[in-house]
């Protein structure tokens, strides 16, 4: 069967693997809570979740988990930052090691946000969709991230432009779309899907390339 015929089904959120980024999950109950609310915030959202829900998955009372954290406020925005503080450095990385070519440098930012999103998609999930929950000022610091990340992105699209690099008539426009790109991929992609992250993310760059476009034949 070809790639084209297989069946798609929805990825089930029990099936994907409840992960965070090496070396930032705290040690002892606080971890605990942290992956925990990962889980429950996927499935249910931040609303749906209750600070009971999440201390019956760790197996605390309310009372101890508002020892570690004040507010279930405050558990989202931890695994926001931690979400967006982990796409902000895979980027910058990637930004880094590309080289000077602007085409091998977007190339290099797509790859990176993709992966970022197949390797923790339940925290890309909730790092992207449940934002909206937050205070502004515990918004903040995730939207600052996420700001420069998106700057890192207008940056490229900006000097490719001038090089002759890209065909966009619009850089801020054309930011958008290709930012946009793999935001979703966190909401499907999972172990009952016919593609490796690696080919998410080929296809991907694809089509990001293809949205920066080529230069106009001159004369």
Known sequence: ???????????RLTAVAVDLPPGVTPAGTRGRILHAALKLFAEYGFFGASIRDIGREVGINPATLYAHYPAKEHILAELI????????????????DA???????????????VLVHTEYPLL??????ELHAL??????????LRE??????LTVLDR????????VPDVGLAGIAIGSLGLRVANWFGPDQPYTRDQVAD??????LRLAGRPLPRG
Do not use: K
Request: charged share 20%; no cysteine.
């Open 1 to 11: 069967m070809t790639q084209t015929q297989t069946r798609w089904n929805p990825r």
């Open 81 to 96: 930052q931690l979400g967006h503080e982990e796409l902000r450095r895979r980027m910058r990385q990637a930004a880094a």
């Open 99 to 113: 080289g000077p070519d602007p085409a091998d440098q977007l190339a290099a930012l797509v790859r990176a946000q």
């Open 124 to 129: 890309a999930l909730v790092a992207n969709h």
């Open 135 to 144: 205070s502004p000022d515990a918004a903040a610091p995730a939207l600052a």
């Open 148 to 153: 420069e990340a998106r700057q890192l992105l």
């Open 160 to 167: 490719g432009v001038a090089e002759g690099a890209f065909d």
């Open 203 to 208: 296809a991907y760059v694809g089509f990001a």
